[in-house]
């Protein structure tokens, strides 16, 4: 539960407004630091949307969801949208499970979610 | 696309040591039952899993740590020992009802507890959304008191192991927030001190140290959801006791008719 392996990445995307912090590898409660500091630099930004690119994501444990939540509830209190892409069906039934897709918007690509906030 | 600033982190590892979380979660579910035995109410068969979004008050994550000093166990037989002996942990006056199955994702325990200012013990459940073999994860169904998910872990810090129930939660409606404001937010920490007190001495540990971390994650109350009000097992349980003795009544004066 403590050790994690994975590589998270702040991107601009082609709407100025909007970040994508891609994920690879592995989210456990470990990957709290890289997350956050994902978040805060595109806050910093001035980002009003954020996408959180699970596409290269390979392992998620229940400490990595309650990062999620805990994303969400920064985003919210800045008045940012956050939006997730590239879930295979494995991870898009996680976040059903835990009822996360209510307050998360899922799309398929990183366009589909640019369109849908525009 | 460009990158603006890679946050360095590890390499991962080859394909051949990837770990998967495919056996790990329980697969969505729509509607909860339950296997367990034992329980004297049911308030959980029919109802939905709800967490820490779908809840109504403040948002805290609540850290209880204890370190098994001297105590020759790994995080892994920890594990293995907390699940399977989860009740024996729990304080004096609750009850936990495991399904047959165990703790194992999927499936769905359920449990009473006493509750300060109630005047029976409160019935409720939980879904095991996620286990591996360090570590064990509750989410809770529609009607109970808090709307939260709670981890179990263990992991090695140097040559100790370490216990950890982490709580992210808020409670489902106003009334149970209220009630937390009045108190109930410490008797819910002293639950788990207790819980981690029983888990250290039942290891082998003579003086347990708990180390508490309370946060309030969010100190915004999500009015959205003040409906869930109408699913709560705490009012239902409170009605159908106080109303008990009139039910009894008219059994009476029937069985007489």
Known sequence: ?118 | MTAIEPIPTETPPADADRRSDANSWASPVDRLSTTATGASVDTVTGRRVVGPIQGFGQMWQKTFTVRLEGIALTPQALIARWKDEFPTFWPKGSSFYKPLAGIAPGEVALFAVHVPGAPVRMSSGVMVIYADDESFTFMTPEGNALSAWITFSASRDGDVTVAQVQALERTADPFVELSYMLGANRYNDRFWEGTMANLARAMGVAEPNIETVRICVDHRRQWRHIGNIRHSTFISTTIAAMTAPVRWLRRRSAGKG
């Open chain 1, 1 to 118: 539960m403590s050790d994690t392996t994975g590589r998270i990445e702040l991107r601009s995307t082609d709407d100025p407004t909007a970040r994508l912090i891609r994920i690879e590898g592995d989210v456990t409660s470990a990957s709290e630091p890289a997350l956050s500091d994902a978040y805060t630099q595109a806050d910093a930004s001035g980002a009003r949307t954020i996408i959180l690119d699970f596409g290269g994501l390979e392992y998620m444990n229940s400490g990595g969801i309650g990062l999620l939540v805990t994303l969400l509830v920064r985003a919210q209190r800045n008045g940012q949208r956050l939006l997730a892409v590239g879930l295979n069906e494995h991870y898009r039934q996680i976040l059903a499970l835990t009822r996360i897709d209510e307050a998360i918007g899922i799309h398929e690509t990183t366009d589909a979610a640019l369109a849908a906030v525009r």
